[in-house]
């Protein structure tokens, strides 16, 4: 009885210092970058359609992100849900046309707390975009393809709208847009 006794209770010390070592050695703080992460726009329809205005011209869309200081399996979680990871800027409070530099926040995978990764730095670091007029002309043809942020023809007997983004003005300040024609058969 007394060697079953001392067997569980070196069990149950070995089982302690088990779990310690890996809390604490196998288990470290890691860092992790993380790149391809896609940009987006909070704000964006309501500013198109309240405003008027699109966000138009070449920014960068994808970042990366170095995130630091996570345990090693928070990490690992948020490596394999990264593709949910976003970068989101904030465009409800735009109201002018003009080039825009912004910062953007990281938005985490509901599998990974925010809490368990202390800190994280972005490049870039901020955003530049446009924000640009819209104009609706109508045709027989055409729609912008917000994705591509072409115009793409879009064929129909049916008149439809195109939104065609206004250029800034000003001196040596334009955009060249592509066209499109629709040949109804």
């Given at each position: 009885m007394k060697s079953k006794l001392f067997s569980l209770i070196v069990s149950v010390l070995a089982a302690m210092c088990l779990w310690v070592y890996v809390m604490t050695v196998v288990n470290p703080d890691v860092d992790l970058t993380i790149g391809n992460i896609p940009v987006t726009f909070s704000g964006a329809e309501v500013l198109r359609e309240d405003h008027g205005l699109v966000i138009t011209g070449d920014?960068?869309?994808?970042?990366?992100?170095?995130?630091?200081?996570?345990?090693?399996?928070?990490?690992?979680?948020?490596?394999?849900?990264?593709?949910?990871i976003k970068a989101v800027i904030d465009v409800s409070k735009v109201r002018s046309t003009k080039d825009y530099t912004m910062s953007y926040d990281i938005t985490l995978p509901s599998?990974?707390?925010?809490?368990?990764?202390?800190?994280?730095?972005?490049?870039?670091?901020?955003?530049?975009?446009?924000?640009?007029?819209?104009?609706?002309?109508?045709?027989?043809?055409?729609?912008?393809?917000?994705?591509?942020?072409?115009?793409?023809?879009?064929?129909?007997?049916?008149?439809?709208?195109?939104?065609?983004?206004?250029?800034?003005?000003g001196p040596g300040v334009g955009r060249q847009y592509r066209r499109s024609r629709c040949n109804h058969h």
């Amino acid at each position: 009885m007394k060697s079953k006794l001392f067997s569980l209770i070196v069990s149950v010390l070995a089982a302690m210092c088990l779990w310690v070592y890996v809390m604490t050695v196998v288990n470290p703080d890691v860092d992790l970058t993380i790149g391809n992460i896609p940009v987006t726009f909070s704000g964006a329809e309501v500013l198109r359609e309240d405003h008027g205005l699109v966000i138009t011209g070449d920014y960068q869309e994808f970042v990366s992100v170095h995130f630091y200081y996570g345990k090693n399996a928070d990490l690992k979680t948020l490596d394999q849900h990264k593709d949910e990871i976003k970068a989101v800027i904030d465009v409800s409070k735009v109201r002018s046309t003009k080039d825009y530099t912004m910062s953007y926040d990281i938005t985490l995978p509901s599998a990974v707390s925010a809490s368990s990764i202390t800190k994280m730095d972005k490049s870039p670091a901020n955003i530049t975009f446009t924000v640009e007029r819209q104009i609706r002309k109508p045709s027989k043809c055409g729609a912008i393809s917000p994705a591509s942020r072409s115009l793409r023809a879009i064929c129909s007997t049916a008149p439809a709208l195109i939104l065609i983004p206004l250029p800034l003005r000003g001196p040596g300040v334009g955009r060249q847009y592509r066209r499109s024609r629709c040949n109804h058969h």
